[in-house]
T-cell receptor, first 114, second 112 residues
């Protein structure tokens, strides 16, 4: 299956700063990337779908000006949390669909906003 | 909208025994895919098994098998010969039209 990496694996930042999370498809051309957030002991919630070379599609209730997504190449999608606040602290996961519609997930990024 | 329901928040099983995790879903679509993913403490999502809705035969992967009942919209996961490494959160997922919908998860504890 496809190999997906995320960087950083964890990050701590101060309230009001911006944080960028990278998601890379290492052996597969990912035209589509999904971004999820997962609160402790909860399920994955889809935030947005990014498509290479076009604007991301955000789920209802997700602020697109706060969670900026860029998918500039077939191997890289980035999620930038702008002006982060403590309530943005969460586990962020990206994934990309493989050849058989199976989702391949990155290892996740734990964001803590102080 | 599609919904996925996992009614068992937590389950326990003795090592080497068999356990079944339940999942139901609601959809008006006829063609879709169903998955079980495992999330161990590392939080990396790992594919356990995949089922295509148009296939009547239940999918199997070594110790993992599913009971897919399309009319009842039920998709349970059976784990045979449970191992300590099976301890994890298990998520049932529905996939259609390029979107995944996840259940709330079942925490499985395998006891020695």
């Amino acid at each position: 299956g496809a190999v997906v990496s995320q960087h950083p694996s964890w990050v701590i930042c101060k309230s009001g700063t911006s944080v960028k999370i990278e998601c890379r498809s290492l052996d597969f051309q990912a035209t589509t990337m999904f971004w999820y957030r997962q609160f402790p002991k909860q399920s994955l919630m889809l935030m947005a779908t990014s498509n290479e070379g076009s604007k991301a599609t955000y789920e209802q209730g997700v602020e697109k000006d706060k969670f900026l997504i860029n998918h500039a190449s077939l191997t890289l999608s980035t999620l930038t949390v702008t002006s982060a606040h403590p309530e943005d602290s969460s586990f962020y996961i990206c994934s990309t669909p493989g050849y058989t519609d199976t989702q391949y997930f990155g290892p996740g990024t734990r964001l803590t906003v102080l | 909208a599609q919904t996925v329901t996992q009614s068992q928040p937590e389950m326990s099983v003795q090592e080497a025994e068999t356990v079944t995790l339940s999942c139901t879903y609601d959809t008006s679509e006829n063609n879709y895919y169903l998955f079980w993913y495992k999330q161990p403490p590392s939080r990396q999502m790992i594919l356990v098994i995949r089922q295509e809705a148009y296939k009547q035969q239940n999918a199997t992967e070594n110790r993992f098998s599913v009971n897919f009942q399309k009319a009842a919209k039920s998709f349970s996961l059976k784990i045979s010969d449970s191992q300590l490494g099976d301890t994890a959160m298990y998520f049932c997922a529905f996939y259609n039209f390029n979107k995944f919908y996840f259940g709330s998860g079942t925490k499985l504890n395998v006891k020695p």
